[in-house]
C-alpha cells in the first residue's frame, strides 16, 4: 500500500492535541459496548489524535438503535461495527481492516502506523499480519465465544475445533513476538497490526483460553494494554452515552 497515493489531501491536524484542533471537525465512530473491532478503530484514532465521538449501538434490529435497524443500515448495510463517518471528507467506511486503512491513508501521512521500513517487503510484512487477524485469528476466536457463550445447544466438537485453532494462533504469533522480544507484532514498533491483535487477544479470558504456554504474547499484550492510547479507546467507549 502507497500511503502516499491517496485521492484526499488530509484535514490538517495540529501537532499537539488534535481534538484542539480547529481545522478538523471530530469523526464519528460507531460502536457497541463489547465488541472488540471498534476498539481497534478507536485505538488508531487515538494514536493519531484524530478528534472523534462514539455512537453506541445496540445488537438487534430496532430501528433507531439496533445494528440491524433501519437507521444503522443506512451507514453500514451489513449491520455490523465499526463504521465511521468523516465530515472533513463525507467518507463513510466500515469493516475494520477498510476504516484502518483509510485513517492511515487519510490521518497518517508520516506512516506513524505504517510499516517499520520502506522496501516492498516492509510494507507486506505489516500487510500479512493484518490480514492473518482479520481473516484467521479474529474469526476462530469469534466462533469460540459463540460456541462457548451464545449457541444454543451445545457442540463440543465445534468448540473444540476452535479452540485449537485459536491456539494455532497464538502459537503462530508467539513465534513472530520473540522476534521483538514481546514489544511489537512487527520488529521496530507499534503498528496497525498491533492494534488489530489488541482486542482480540485481550478477550483470551472471556473465550476460556490461556496465556500460559505463550509468555511473549502475554508480555505483549501487557504492554500494550498499558500504552495511554490503548487505555483511552477502551475508557472512551465504555463511557460512551448508550443511545
Excluded at 41 to 48: D, G, S
Excluded at 127 to 154: A, C, D, I
Aim: with cysteine.
Amino acid at each position: 500500500m502507497n500511503e502516499q497515493n491517496s485521492q484526499f489531501e488530509a484535514p490538517t491536524i495540529d501537532s499537539g492535541d488534535a481534538s484542539n484542533s480547529n481545522t478538523t471537525k471530530p469523526l464519528t465512530l460507531h460502536a457497541h459496548a463489547t465488541g472488540p473491532n471498534p476498539i481497534k478503530i478507536a485505538m488508531a484514532l487515538e494514536f493519531l489524535q484524530v478528534p472523534y465521538t462514539i455512537k453506541m449501538w445496540d445488537f438487534g434490529d430496532d430501528a433507531e438503535k439496533g445494528v440491524k435497524g433501519t437507521a444503522f443500515m443506512k451507514i453500514n448495510e451489513n449491520g455490523r461495527v465499526p463504521a465511521l463517518e468523516d465530515p472533513n471528507t463525507g467518507v463513510v467506511s466500515w469493516e475494520s481492516g477498510a476504516v484502518m486503512n483509510y485513517l492511515r491513508r487519510v490521518y497518517d501521512k508520516g506512516g506513524k502506523l505504517g510499516a517499520r521500513g520502506q522496501s516492498e517487503q516492509d510494507v507486506v510484512d505489516l500487510e500479512k499480519w493484518e490480514y492473518f487477524l482479520l481473516s484467521t485469528l479474529g474469526p476462530m476466536t469469534g466462533q469460540v465465544n459463540w460456541f462457548r457463550h451464545y449457541h444454543p445447544q451445545k457442540n463440543e466438537d465445534a468448540l473444540n475445533r476452535y479452540v485449537e485453532q485459536t491456539y494455532r494462533c497464538y502459537g503462530i504469533i508467539e513465534g513472530q513476538l520473540a522476534k521483538s522480544n514481546g514489544q511489537s507484532i512487527l520488529p521496530g514498533g507499534i503498528t496497525a497490526a498491533d492494534l488489530h491483535f489488541e482486542p482480540w487477544v485481550r478477550q483470551h479470558q472471556f473465550a476460556g483460553l490461556s496465556l500460559d504456554k505463550y509468555p511473549n504474547v502475554a508480555k505483549w499484550l501487557d504492554r500494550m494494554d498499558n500504552l495511554n492510547e490503548v487505555q483511552e479507546a477502551y475508557r472512551k467507549i465504555k463511557e460512551a452515552p448508550k443511545s
